[in-house]
């Protein structure tokens, strides 16, 4: 897989889920609600996290000075939140529903997720993106 089309499947989901959390703010609030209150899906959520971090940095460990190390600390970023809601469930249950409570970090959040979506799809769609990853 391309360093182009990792940015392109991260850019997809960051712009669905922060668009998603604008359009449909009482449904992701359930969600997130219903992600730490149910055990299984937490557990879940920390598995996969881990393994999409585990794939990213073992296949794409590099830290380079160019564009590409993004990928990198993506990786890095998910394999330590996996781990982190494996080792330590209940800070990630306070720190889920101290967000859910305040609609206006929840808002703000969406925004910059927004923000990194239409980066990482700069970079992986746009021709002038691909120069950065030469």
Known sequence: MSDAQIFQFFSIVYLAIGIGIL????????IFTNFVENTACLYYGGVMAIVVGFLLVTFHNTWTKDISVIITILGWMALAKGVLILVG????????????????????EAIIIIIAGLGLAFLGFCSVGHDYLM
Do not use: G
């Open 23 to 30: 359009v449909n703010y009482d449904l992701y609030k359930k």
């Open 89 to 108: 469930p209940k800070l990630m249950i306070s720190l889920t529903k101290a967000m859910v409570e305040k609609e206006k970090f929840i808002k703000i």
